[in-house]
């Protein structure tokens, strides 16, 4: 995806010469924010110095206030509240000089979508946002970029409207591009399967990233998959190609046996269990590791 953003300041910055507005001194293409006392009251996108159109945010949520952060005490508070209310609205955290630095949309006080920039730059540093893939099915995803526009952690999730399923899938890059965790929870696998509605779709960027660093990840994370079995399959074609060094499991039943074995057989060494065991459990495992794995560091 095109990481670079538009680019957005406050009207006040621009400067009017000839009948086209400019921003230090270049003609200005970007979105133009005028306000009253941190009311936002406008927004124009321009071209070339010449304003074009009213600004539509990108976003699911669509809200009608917006405002400058100089009226909140700090845009990262959750619940955020204006004049004693939780905030329904956009907030525009602004740089020096006018410059916009982060986009983000408030429903009943909580984050629910944003764009953060990187200083004094259109390249996108942080992006949050949702889609609606249908009438039943909604998509989240929340990435982050450095500077030059290479991908540094990716996160999506898939819920439908009823709240009957959820899946999640997301990774984190150490500094050599190699895969730190790359983590999946609940119905991973729909989000796979919609890939290509994400602003940032999985495939494409999961492939970029192995051309920077094919080598085994750090941490393969499972948090609880309902109907595990179901997502076998998959789960052991990720395990396969990844090759993580540790296999973590949130939840321990005997369904995991034989991710265990089969992960043991694909470079993992350490398995690490989140989640307390009972007696019995802790008994059977280590019983396994032992017999079956007997190179495998097992961390409860």
């Known amino acids: 995806m095109n990481t670079n953003g538009l680019l957005m300041v406050l009207f006040e910055a621009l400067e009017l010469k000839q009948g086209h507005y400019y921003y230090h ?41 917006a405002i400058l952060d100089d009226l909140v005490d700090c845009t990262t508070d959750e619940p955020m509240y204006l004049n004693g209310e939780r905030y329904t609205g956009t907030i525009y955290g602004i740089y020096p000089k006018g410059r916009v630095s982060s986009e983000d949309v408030f429903i009943r006080g909580m984050n629910r979508e944003n764009t953060h920039f990187h200083y004094n730059s259109t390249a996108i540093h942080e992006l949050q946002i949702e889609t609606m893939v249908n009438e039943q099915l ?22 439908n409207t009823k709240g009957e399923m959820k899946g999640r899938i997301s990774f984190l890059l150490n500094a050599d591009f190699s895969i730190s965790y790359f983590t999946i929870s609940g119905d991973f696998n729909k989000v796979l399967e919609n890939s290509e509605h994400l602003a940032c779709p999985y495939f494409p960027a999961f492939e970029q990233v192995r051309q ?25 074609q990720l395990i396969e190609e990844l090759q993580p060094e540790e296999l973590a499991i949130s939840d321990f ?5 034989s ?11 350490r398995l690490k269990v989140y ?26």
Not at 33 to 51: E, L, M, P, Q
Not at 138 to 159: F, K, R, T, V, Y
Request: hydrophobic share 30%; aromatic share 10%; charged share 20%.
């Open 25 to 65: 001194n270049t003609l200005f293409s970007g979105m133009a924010i005028s306000h009253t006392d941190g009311v936002v009251t406008s927004r124009h996108v321009y071209k070339n110095g010449v304003k074009e159109y009213d600004y539509e945010p990108p976003y699911l949520n669509k809200t009608t206030h």
């Open 138 to 159: 909604c998509l989240d995803e929340m990435h982050e970029w450095d500077l030059s526009g290479q991908l540094q952690d990716w996160n999506a999730g898939i819920e």
């Open 212 to 236: 920077l660093n094919s080598g085994p990840i750090d941490t393969f994370n499972i948090n609880f998959c309902k109907q595990l079995w179901a997502h076998e399959p998959i789960i052991k």
């Open 253 to 257: 039943s005997s369904e995991y046996l």
């Open 259 to 269: 991710l265990i074995q089969y992960a043991s057989k694909h470079n993992m060494n």
């Open 275 to 300: 989640s307390s065991l009972e007696a019995q459990d802790r008994e059977s495992l280590t019983s396994f590791i032992t017999q079956q794995c007997p190179h495998i560091e097992l961390i409860i």
